[in-house]
């Protein structure tokens, strides 16, 4: 975050980063279960939930005045973890989809397979953690349910 704070932009994988306040601000048009579960309105969402995690930690620790050896060890500890946890499950996904779009299948199934899987993935992970989303107004009452949903059909 030094190097941000320089200027210096994050590229590749995360280039996200320089997207925070673009990605906090977004907003799911999902309506159905099938809009919900396409993997660009999941990117966004799991892009969404590490940025929200990212900027909220990143503010608070950047705006504290303790020394960094007790912000990192005591004061934020636990936050610098979630927010960790979220910034590598997002990049977990990415890489997954990377690879999925970057091979080439004998069987034209095996792709589908493995989206599903992806999607699967990342609807069972905004299913454990949302809360980011729907402070950040990402989620609109409703959400939970379509998100449910979504899971209950890509699992069937």
């Known amino acids: 975050m030094t190097k941000l704070a320089k200027g210096i932009k994050a590229k590749g994988v995360f280039s996200y980063i320089n997207e925070l306040d673009e990605l906090i601000s977004s907003v799911s048009e999902a309506k159905t279960t099938a809009e919900f579960s396409e993997i660009d309105h999941l990117h966004r969402a ?11 930690v990143m503010t608070r620790f950047n705006s504290s005045k303790d020394k960094k050896k007790t912000k990192l060890n005591d004061k ?12 590598m499950l997002y990049l977990s996904f990415v890489f997954f989809r990377n690879n999925i779009e970057a091979k080439t299948y004998q069987n ?20 454990l953690d949302s809360v980011g989303l729907y402070e950040t107004g ?8 379509l998100l449910t949903e979504s899971l209950k059909e890509c699992l069937i």
């Open 46 to 56: 799991i892009a969404s939930r590490a940025a929200a995690k990212v900027k909220d």
């Open 76 to 87: 934020f500890a636990v936050d610098l973890i979630a927010m960790s946890r979220a910034h």
């Open 108 to 127: 034209p199934k095996s792709k589908e397979v493995l989206y599903l899987l992806a999607k699967v993935f990342a609807l069972k992970q905004l299913s």
């Open 138 to 145: 990402f989620f609109k009452p409703g959400s939970n349910a």
